[in-house]
C-alpha cells in the first residue's frame, strides 16, 4: 500500500501517527510493569471519523494479549484496509509499532481505560481521543 494512503487513512487515528519521542522507561510487551495481568486494554476497541480521501471510516484497533496488534479500517463504500504490528506498555505510555504508524513505524500515546468500554488515548497537544468497545 502506498506510503500517501497509510499517511491519509483516518483523521480518528492522526494523533496515533506522530512520531514516537525516546523515553527511558522500558516497555514491556503487553503487559503493566510489575503486573502478572495484561492491562484491561487487551480487545478490541472501536472509533468513528472521516478521511479526506476515504470518507467516512470505522476503525478497529485489536490488542492481542501476545503484544501483537491488528488495525483495521472499514470503509463506508465498501472495503476494508488491515495493517499489523505490535503494542507494548510502560507507565500510562502505549507504543504501537507497525507499518501503519507513520513516519517512522512507532508511535507513542497516553492511555487510560475507564470501565471495562471506553479507551481514552491522548497524544499532547493533538488532543484525546475515544475508543468503545464494539
Known sequence: MAGGMR????????LLCC?????????????EPGGDEPPALVGLWE?????????????RL??????????????????????SGTWQTAGDSLFLRGTYF??????RVGYTVHGDSLLVLTQGEAGSQQWRRP
Open 102 to 107: 507513520d513516519p517512522a513505524g512507532e508511535a
Open 19 to 31: 512520531r514516537c519521542g525516546d523515553d527511558s522507561s522500558a516497555p514491556t510487551n503487553g503487559e
Open 47 to 59: 472509533t468513528e471519523g472521516t478521511d479526506p480521501r476515504l470518507g467516512e471510516v470505522t476503525v
Open 62 to 83: 485489536d490488542l492481542d494479549e501476545s503484544g501483537d496488534l491488528a488495525v483495521s479500517l472499514l470503509l463506508s463504500r465498501g472495503g476494508q484496509l488491515r495493517f
Open 7 to 14: 499517511r491519509a487513512a483516518l483523521l480518528g487515528l492522526t
